[in-house]
């Protein structure tokens, strides 16, 4: 059967849009839109001109189009063909009108280049000439692998929490920057640069970068301030040895063409390793991958847990969690116990496959990444044969949980769950699903826990499905508070179908607004009046929008440990005041004074505060362009006079707290008559959040960095009229086309 013209003109237009859209849809990283549509015309013309290359061509094209548009049978057919076009027409123009409010594109160099000559520790440096000190030592010698070592520990001290364990940019604290932190393994990044140049970049940080290259400041610090020289060099050393990548030398310079990965190529060149036992094996590569968190015996004190200083009242400590660097601590490997398995509830230990899993997917919302792209199936199984010896697991394999009839999720099932999540759950996760606020907890180990946040999705730690919520009702989380349902001494405990009903219910506890997609603009609605509450209906007119955070890094001074990691925000603005409605998931209502608060956490709380700093552009509309680019080139400070600060020791109904969750309204009055000429701007906005809880203060936040407000123009009446005069015009012009038609046809008949 022959397939019609039109239609295969269609199915190629489609073809080409799903190549264009695909990949990048499904990889996150789509083509930009103007450059689809550029390719789209020419994909379009060229069809176009193939298919009617000859008349007969054309006429197959053509002729049933002109059949639908001409005769009886098919009228409706044709009134909808001919609505769409003027449709289309009227919706762009519409959408032209509206204005889109998107972050100011700009223009950033990966690799700027670097000054010739660059001052620090006191004394000047030529980067064209200069060298790594350390490369004067034979690579092979002991000495030199010390060095390595060194600067290992270091950097798992200092760069773990935005570089990540894997050098690969993704750390676990590193989700709210922007830009991204940069990975070093690959052959696009420190494979193209010398060590002079890293050392600039290091030493200076994003301070210290051209303007060509930071049209948004980076959190990268400067660290002269908080490392020696030859720390620096070390760490230098470091990156480069265990990516396996050689430092590129200016030009006519020459350097090694080999230098002695400790890890990522180990494995590749000694071919003894074959012979070894596969215990052998496993801890020659968790000395190489592993140790950094967990410890040199596994008890997880490796260099990362030391890396920066904790809060502290006076010489003391406040709380134990935050004796590590890292939250949650890294786990103690010694004594077997792993906290997501799916061994029965009574099965201390886990299975090879657990251990197996804990290696390749990692744990979101922890410092231990997905191994899966580094290690192979078989290195894995050597990693877990010697961790089941470091715990001593001298076992045969152990059976998996009985998952039973997976309950369909519908609404009775979800109402079932719903109402024994409130007998079982509330106590520990609160109501709302968020995590009792009132709840001190502890695990095994006497590190403060709070109880899950279930409404958060990047918080279902291994819970991403009804069936892994399942395994947690039925398993419990080993080494904390959360129980076993499956077990029959507990005296809440839960049939298999009743576990479903609650796994099918958790599901639904998610909110998708706090997803964070990456675009960095919140858009303010235009309002005649500003609402006086957090529950007055014209906050409905603006959406919310999540974005991530990440602790300011302030070297020593900053903080490694947050417990606040997004935040949603909405935005309305009138011709006197734009208002801004901020809300975020806190673990804790921190009141100085506040007894409850006192008792959770053994010491008097500092305040929960919130710092939004507004450009200063809102105050002059007319400079917008220099006043941001100078803002943007700055580091980001909330010490300006354009700071809007709240605390909760405030006593405001724009602020509650409710469920763990605080919702703040912060209010900022505009110049006379400025509100019509923010219309259709976008400004810089950056906010900043402490939990008193966690002892946050003066450097201690987690940030945004900068976002952009944009205000929505408002266009009135005109911004619907002249929609519908395209679409008018348009359908006219149609119907002209189409009586010209049918006479044309008419006369040849």
Known sequence: MRIPAPIKFAAVVAGAYLVFQGPGLLSGKPIPSSLVSLYMFFVIVATLLAMTATDQGAARLFGPIKQILLGRRYRPLAIIMLLVIPCLFAYKTYSYLAVGLTTPSSQRVIHPTPPRRISAYGKKYNLTTLKNPYRKIDDTTEDFRRLVRDGGVIYYQNCLGCHGAKLDGRGHLAGGLFPAPLPFTGSDTIAQLNEAYLFWRIVKGGAGLPISARPRMMAMPAWEEQLKEADIWKVILFLYDYTGNTPRAWKGKKVRK??????????????????????????????????????????????????????????????????????????????????????????????????????????????????????????????????????????????TIAYGEAEASGLSSIARGKELFGDRCTECHGEAGRGNPAKSLKDDWGFRTWPGNLTRPAALKRSESAKEVFARITTGIAGTQMPSFADPDNKKSLTIKERWDVANYVMTLPEEYKRADGDRVIRAEKVEVLPDSLTDSRWDQALFKSFLTAPAFKGAEGLTTPTIFSVSVKAIYSEAEVAVLIEWDDPTRSVPGLKEARKIIGVDPLADTLELRFSKAIDNPKETEVITKSELRRPLDFTAAQVTGWKSIDKDASAIY????????????????????????????????????????????????????????????????????????????????????????????
């Open 658 to 749: 409710k469920d763990g969750r605080w919702q703040v309204i912060i209010r900022r009055s505009l110049p006379d008559a400025l509100g019509g000429e923010l219309a259709g701007r976008t400004l810089p906005v950056a906010i900043a959040l402490r939990d008193g809880s966690n002892m946050e203060y003066g450097d201690k936040y987690s940030t945004t960095g900068w976002l952009w407000l944009a205000f929505e123009d408002d266009k009135g009446v005109g911004g619907l009229i002249w929609p519908l005069v395209v679409f008018f015009i348009t359908l006219g012009l149609e119907i002209i086309w189409l009586r010209g038609l049918e006479r044309n046809v008419g006369s040849k008949d």
């Open 258 to 399: 080999r230098i002695s990965p400790t890890g990522r190529r180990i494995k590749k060149r000694d071919r003894s390793l074959a012979a070894l036992p596969p215990v052998e094996r496993g801890k020659i590569l968790y000395d190489n991958y592993c140790w950094w968190c967990h410890g040199t015996d596994g008890y997880g004190d490796g260099p990362a847990t030391s890396g920066a200083s904790q809060p502290k009242v006076g010489k003391r400590t406040i709380l134990k969690t935050l004796e590590s660097a890292l939250m949650p601590p890294p786990r103690d490997l010694t004594d077997g116990t792993y906290k997501f398995k799916t061994t029965p509830f009574d099965e201390f230990y886990p299975s090879d496959e657990d251990i197996k899993r804990a290696i390749k997917d990692g744990l979101d919302g922890t410092a231990m990444p997905a191994w899966d792209e580094v290690f192979s199936e078989a290195e894995i199984a050597d990693l877990v044969e010697y961790l089941k010896d470091l715990a001593v697991m001298d076992m045969p394999e152990k059976k």
